[in-house]
């Protein structure tokens, strides 16, 4: 009975170290913005869907839990959102997901006054992954670049 419970605990161990590895691959792995479709428009906001490409250079598959981003003008909050499902990169490939946000009509006219003071206007999405582990959840930094 030893014997089993031992193999058991072993047998666990070494399945949560293979999906730990999956979900730290994700650290390398690099994030692009394809294109960004709006689809619903009322009178105080409009949703737009953005597909993000992700790459992952890595000899084992890649596991991102969650990605919660924030759109910047400027360095002015203009939106942020969140996938909310677990999405498997096979090792050196590529997965395209699709991620739906609603933008309010008074942060792009914020943004836009901002601008036109300014003169110019500066793009950036600051972004988090998030992977779970059997100690807890992890989250890094991510670079999402504007193509």
């Not at 836009?112 to 100690?135: P, Q």
């Amino acid at each position: 009975m030893k014997r089993i419970m031992a193999s058991i605990v072993l047998l666990s161990l070494v399945l949560s170290c293979a999906s730990l590895r999956e979900r730290l691959a994700i650290k390398e792995c690099k994030f692009a913005l394809l294109s960004v479709t709006p689809h619903t428009f009322t009178f105080s906001n409009l949703q737009l869907d953005f597909d993000i490409k992700v790459d992952n250079p890595n000899s084992v598959d890649a596991v991102l839990d969650k990605l919660v981003y924030t759109f910047y003008a400027n360095n002015a909050d203009v939106f942020s959102g969140t996938t909310g499902k677990t999405l498997n990169i096979k090792a050196r490939d590529s997965e395209q997901f699709t991620t739906t946000i609603t933008l309010e009509y008074t942060k792009i006219g914020q943004a836009l006054v901002e601008a036109m003071k300014l003169g110019s206007a500066a793009y950036r999405i600051g972004a988090r992954a998030y992977v779970s582990t059997v100690l807890g959840e992890i989250s890094y930094p991510v670079e999402i670049e504007l193509n």
